[in-house]
Nanobody, 121 residues
């Protein structure tokens, strides 16, 4: 299971830190990522991190979001700063069985239920 937390409502310019706790699967060394889905839109890639801590970000969040992981705690994080209304969405953590990462929904084998982030101006 993957369980996200840390979502909520924040004003534009604010920050949130999302967490994702994994259980039942050894994620050590595997690719993990964050995706988001706004109402009525497709699920989009946000950021990924390999077991070697190589990270990659969508252009829309680069420089504002930071993905990190703590395998000892079976946890994945997303620090989100300088939030804007365009960041409003449900955020999902995802886990792949592979060691490399790809920014495609179908690459990931396990998904959380999502946590809502709402940014108001």
């Amino acid at each position: 299971d993957l369980v996200e937390s840390g979502g909520g409502s924040v004003q534009a310019g604010g920050s949130l830190r999302l967490s994702c706790e994994t259980s039942g699967y050894n994620n050590k060394g595997r690719c993990m990522g964050w995706f988001r889905q706004a109402t009525g839109k497709r699920r989009d890639w946000v950021a990924t991190i390999t077991g070697d801590r190589q990270t990659d970000y969508a252009d829309s969040v680069k420089g504002r979001f930071v993905i990190s992981r703590d395998d000892a705690k079976n946890s994945l994080y997303l620090q989100m700063d300088s939030l804007s209304r365009e960041d409003t969405a449900s955020y999902f953590c995802a886990q792949s069985r592979q060691r490399w990462c790809e920014p495609h929904v179908n690459f990931y084998n396990y998904w959380g239920q999502g946590t809502q982030v709402t940014v108001s101006s």
